[in-house]
């Protein structure tokens, strides 16, 4: 089955600073790799997706980059703000529409 | 539109007692998921269901773990006996039929077997 490895599993930032957590994953079938952030208490929350077609994807101030042969993909978000720390998951996909979700990446941003 | 409701919110019980949890997901979604996200972790598979047939469930463990979607709607989960090792977030989600479907995640129940 799909194994998927995110590293750092902490992140500590300043506002504004940039952030950058990467993925590996396992099978070379996966082609759907979401995003989420999970807030305390709270749900994991869909921020951006990436399907295989397509190497980079943007959405404001969040950008997703995937590269298929070597396995991996990132979330990169740039002007960081106190209210982006959550926690951050990377998830592919395996079978019909299984997702195998990584361990996660506490982010903090400092004000 | 309304988001996945999950009942209760916090629930406490003894190892060996039984427990249920309840999901209803976002109106018109056919798919269906029970995740388990120990603390720590990432959220991980149990059950996934397409309308009321189950589609995949290889991490489900059976021998203590069951759950249903009667009608292709709503959904239990059920655990029976409580393990230590059962203590988590159960997280129910759901998406429209189809592939590569954004999953919306309910806000789970967190789970302390004592």
């Known amino acids: 089955g799909e194994n998927v490895e995110q590293h750092p599993s902490t992140l500590s930032v300043q506002e504004g600073d940039s952030a950058v957590i990467k993925c590996t994953y396992s099978d070379s079938a996966s082609n759907y790799f979401p995003w989420y952030k999970q807030e305390l208490g709270k749900g994991p929350q869909l921020i951006i997706d990436?399907?295989?077609?397509?190497g980079e994807k943007k959405d404001q101030r969040i950008a997703v980059t995937l590269n298929k042969t070597a396995k991996h993909f990132s979330l990169h978000i740039t002007e960081t703000q106190p209210e982006d720390s959550a926690v951050y998951f990377c998830a592919a996909n395996s079978g019909y529409s299984t997702l195998t979700f990584g361990k996660g990446t506490m982010l903090l941003v400092s004000p | 539109e309304a988001g996945v409701a999950q009942s209760p919110r916090y629930k406490i019980i003894e190892k060996r007692q039984s427990v249920a949890f309840w999901c209803n997901p976002i109106s018109g979604h056919a798919t269906l998921y029970w995740y388990q996200q120990i603390l720590g972790q990432g959220p991980k598979l149990l059950i996934q269901?397409?309308?009321?047939?189950?589609?995949?469930d290889s991490q489900l463990p059976k021998d203590r773990f069951s759950a249903e979607r009667l009608k292709g709607v709503d959904s239990t989960l059920k655990i029976q006996p409580a393990k230590l090792e059962d203590s988590a977030v159960y997280l129910c989600?759901?998406?429209?039929?189809?592939?590569?479907?954004?999953?919306?995640f309910g806000p789970g129940t967190r789970l302390l077997v004592l």
């Open positions: 269901f397409q309308n009321n047939g189950v589609v995949d």
């Open positions: 989600a759901s998406s429209r039929q189809g592939i590569q479907e954004t999953q919306y």
């Open positions: 990436i399907r295989s077609n397509v």
